[in-house]
């Protein structure tokens, strides 16, 4: 694992670095797609806004998900409130919170949120490929005990390389709806929620293989119940004939 780059004297947080490289690529690609419909165009300004918005408003919530899930990571050093480990925020917390403050936002400028979340689908896409790439830099969100060739040395133990697992899943997902994004109609939601279906698809098998993860009922995890529910969601909001491909 590879959390520190040390230049000179000074120490740069990889993870937050891989983070914020992940939120400049994918801003760009959300600008360049808005900039390629026709319907409703969304203002660049507007665009920033609502990201840099939902961004502080989901980073805010993921951590205060943790603290609650977690508080014993606080008490003994209360600035780990502050670290920007990646490890310590709570992801579907954080998701929540970014889609009530790109709601609000959205409300308040008139704009359409189905619009609104196609937009935002490559900036999601690459956050997504870009969280899994700092996990795998800080260690964290480790894979369960393995005897297969390709496992990695963590914690005394050769694992599951989950975070190598989590990232070409993403990866190739962001590739897919990129290279077919010509195929969706901006505005219908259909991008998003395509998105989210692959993601939560993804989730579920992949999650089997982590060591890390709350459980309940004699051990079905948290995160693979949530997955089911918004892969249920996803698809039966998408449930709609095919849509035209004109835009």
């Known amino acids: 694992m590879f959390p520190v780059l040390q230049i000179g004297s000074i120490a740069i947080q990889v993870p937050g670095l891989v983070l914020l490289a992940g939120l400049w690529v994918g801003l760009s690609l959300s600008e360049r797609l808005a900039a390629e419909t026709k319907r409703q165009p969304i203002a ?23 603290v609650l899930r977690f508080p014993s990571a606080f008490e003994l050093n209360p600035w780990n409130l502050l670290s920007l480990n990646p490890g ?68 005394g133990a050769a694992r599951h390389p989950t975070q190598i697992y989590d990232t070409l899943a993403a990866g190739l ?49 948290v995160n693979q119940i949530l997955a089911w529910l918004v892969l249920a969601l996803s698809l039966w909001t998408l449930r709609n004939p095919k849509e035209s491909k004109s835009r």
Do not use: C
């Open 44 to 66: 660049p300004s507007d665009l920033s806004n609502l990201v840099l918005l939902s961004l502080l408003v989901g980073v805010l919530g993921a951590r205060f998900g943790y």
């Open 88 to 155: 310590l925020l709570d992801p579907w917390m954080g998701v929540t919170a970014a889609a009530i403050a790109a709601t609000v936002f959205s409300q308040r400028k008139g704009l359409a949120l189905t619009l609104v979340l196609d937009i935002l689908t490559p900036l999601l896409a690459v956050i997504s490929v870009s969280w899994f790439l700092s996990l795998l830099a800080s260690g964290y969100g480790y894979g369960l005990p393995t005897e297969l060739p390709w496992a990695i040395d963590l914690f």
């Open 173 to 221: 997902i962001l590739a897919i709806l990129w290279w077919q994004r010509g195929s969706f109609t901006l505005g219908k939601g259909r991008l998003f929620f395509t998105f989210l279906a692959l993601t939560s698809a993804s989730r579920i098998f992949l999650e089997a293989f982590h060591a890390t993860g709350p459980s309940v009922l004699e051990g079905w995890r």
